[in-house]
């Protein structure tokens, strides 16, 4: 299940490294919660609307915004919280609240994102943080849903999440959390699997850090 919120304009500028604040919020609204430093079930999106400026981003027209999870009762433990307190960061306050139902998939489907897809491998005890063009990303892709899968109690055999490299104009980004950067992938994903797996990818979102920002989808 997935929630749309439309917020207020912007009282003070937002900061490029805004991620922090959207993370808080979502925790605010969420309350004492099992999920804190769990294995995310849920993807955050990144605010749309935006206009760049030298020291910030304005939101002249307010943002739009998603909050997906394959737990629909944290969605209505969302819904209710944000109205509650509907504060977001910088004078911008949610002004609505839309639900969306998880739509049916088949067995194969191309995902466009609502926010940047970050791939961590380590080797030799370094991190690296990989590119869509890169063969072991699709391995890494898969083995995150999988362990998503497996503790949701849903089949995670076959499942195959890959970047569609044939897309227009793939790229990566420096994206930056709390004063560190992390290089992430603007390109669509492939998800192959059965329609279950499918929905349940487009909740929870793909590849590292889903719950502060990162790997929602489409």
Same mark, same amino acid.
């Given at each position: 299940m997935r929630i749309h919120l439309k917020l207020s304009q912007n009282k003070e500028i937002v900061p490029f490294d805004h991620l922090p604040y959207l993370v808080g919020a979502f925790h605010k609204w969420v309350g004492k919660n099992t999920i804190h430093n769990d294995l995310s079930l849920y993807s955050l999106s990144w605010l749309k609307g935006a206009k760049k400026y030298e020291r910030g981003l304005q939101f002249p027209n307010?943002?739009?915004?998603f909050i997906s999870s394959y737990s629909d009762e944290l969605i209505k433990t969302l819904v209710n919280g944000i109205r509650n307190s509907p504060e977001v960061c910088c004078g911008m306050i949610v002004k609505e609240i839309m639900i969306q139902e998880t739509p049916?998939?088949?067995s194969q489907n191309i995902f466009y994102l609502g926010s940047p897809v970050l791939v961590k491998s380590s080797e030799s005890g370094k991190q690296k943080h990989l590119s869509y063009d890169t063969p072991q990303s699709a391995e890494i892709l898969a083995n995150i849903?999988?362990?998503?899968l497996e503790k949701a109690e849903i089949n995670k055999e076959g499942i195959k999440v890959y970047f569609d490299t044939s897309s227009p104009n793939p790229k990566t980004k420096l994206a930056t959390y709390k004063g560190i &950067? #992390?290089?992430?992938n603007v390109c669509p994903v492939i998800i192959e699997g059965t329609p279950e797996q499918l929905a349940f990818a487009w909740n929870v979102g793909? &590849? #590292?850090s889903t719950g502060i920002g990162f790997g929602s989808l489409i």
């Open positions: 307010g943002a739009t915004w049916q998939f088949k849903l999988k362990k998503k &950067g #992390n290089k992430v793909v &590849g #590292n």
